[in-house]
Nanobody, 124 residues
């Protein structure tokens, strides 16, 4: 079993930055692909970014590309999402997730384990 715990969310003004962290425990973290998703009130959960197990490849949603960076520290069992130039439309609960099989990682169905989420609120 794998447990994921997100942190780093909060309230920030538009144009500001946040760094989300997701620390895992359980099975070897280094073998998983990791993703970030978000869900705004009344909307479906949507893909934000993913990173493969060795950090050698990343992918971003168009809505955050150029403003966000996903990274992975296998020694600390932690994945990060650095978000800059935040906009009110970035307001959502952000979830990290772990996938054993690095296929179709844009889809939430590819992931085997999920964290509880951390709230990000961007004020205008």
């Amino acid at each position: 079993q794998v447990q994921l715990v997100e942190s780093g969310g909060g309230l920030v003004q538009a144009g500001g930055s946040l760094r989300l962290s997701c620390t895992t425990s359980g099975r070897p973290f280094s073998t998983y692909a990791m993703g970030w998703f978000r869900q705004a009130p009344g909307k479906e959960r949507e893909f934000v970014a993913y990173i493969i197990w060795n950090g050698g490849y990343t992918s971003y949603a168009t809505s955050v590309k150029g403003r966000s960076t996903i990274s992975k520290d296998n020694a600390k069992n932690t994945v990060y999402l650095q978000m800059n130039s935040l906009k009110p439309e970035d307001t959502a609960v952000y979830y990290c997730a772990a996938a054993k099989n690095p296929s179709g990682l844009w889809s939430s169905s590819a992931y085997d384990y999920w964290g509880q989420g951390t709230q990000v609120t961007v004020s205008s």
